[in-house]
């Protein structure tokens, strides 16, 4: 099946310092990927959509300026978070759909964040 | 926007008691996946639905999508202690991207 990796699986930082997070589709290839926050004992909420060659698309309320996204190429896209602060902390997840196929996601294992 | 609401928040049942979660849409909905979060994981792909009416099963695990294509539920018979965790239902915002439930967290006594 489609397997999605992330990396770091946990990181905690500095308030003030930046934080990238990768999400890699292992083995297919993925045109569009998604990130997502989860707060603790909260549902996913939909961050921005990354587009691979092109400007990710934010949700409204999310700061473009403060959460960098990437997708260069079919395989990953990385999120940075810029100038963390505490209230950052939280579950990033990625997803990401087989170019060209169903519209079944595939979720990244999730990355921990705990700014301190 | 699109919101998708899902009840109950949690649920605590006995070994072998059924469970039904249930969402609902404000809106209609071309298709309406279900997904499954184990405690400090990540969500996993359960299911999805696209037909009006459309009722699937997975062994336990009975999805039904409504007639009117506005809500689902996920209904488990005699549950066991594997089924613990968080269950989402998840709607299609039309640019692939998902809009997800509250999620019912499951809770399993032995």
């Known amino acids: 099946g489609a397997v999605v990796s992330q990396h770091p699986s946990r990181v905690i930082c500095k308030s003030g310092t930046s934080v990238k997070i990768e999400c890699r589709s292992l083995?297919?290839?993925?045109?569009?990927m998604f990130w997502y926050r989860q707060f603790p004992k909260q549902s996913l909420m939909l961050m921005a959509t990354?587009?691979?060659?092109?400007?990710?698309?934010?949700e409204q309320g999310v700061e473009k300026d403060k959460f960098l996204i990437n997708h260069a190429s079919l395989t990953l896209s990385t999120l940075t978070v810029t100038s963390a602060h505490p209230e950052d902390s939280s579950f990033y997840i990625c997803s990401a759909s087989v170019a060209g196929g169903p519209d079944t996601q595939y979720f990244g294992p999730g990355t921990r964040l705990t700014v301190l | 926007g699109q919101q998708v609401m899902q009840i109950p928040q949690y649920q605590h049942v006995q070994e072998g008691e059924d469970f039904t979660t249930y969402c609902n849409s404000s809106t209609t909905l071309s298709n309406i996946q279900w997904y499954k979060q184990r405690p400090g994981g990540h969500p996993v792909f359960l299911i999805q639905?696209?037909?009006?009416?459309e009722v699937k099963k997975q062994k336990r695990l009975t999805f039904q999508f409504g007639e009117a294509k506005k809500n689902s539920s996920l209904h488990i018979t005699a549950t066991q202690t594997t089924d613990v965790g968080t269950y989402f239902c998840a709607a299609d915002t039309g640019r692939r991207a998902l809009t997800f439930g509250s999620g019912t967290r499951l809770q399993v006594q032995p």
């Open positions: 990354s587009n691979e060659g092109s400007k990710a698309t934010y």
């Open positions: 639905l696209v037909k009006s009416g």
């Open positions: 083995d297919f290839q993925a045109t569009t």
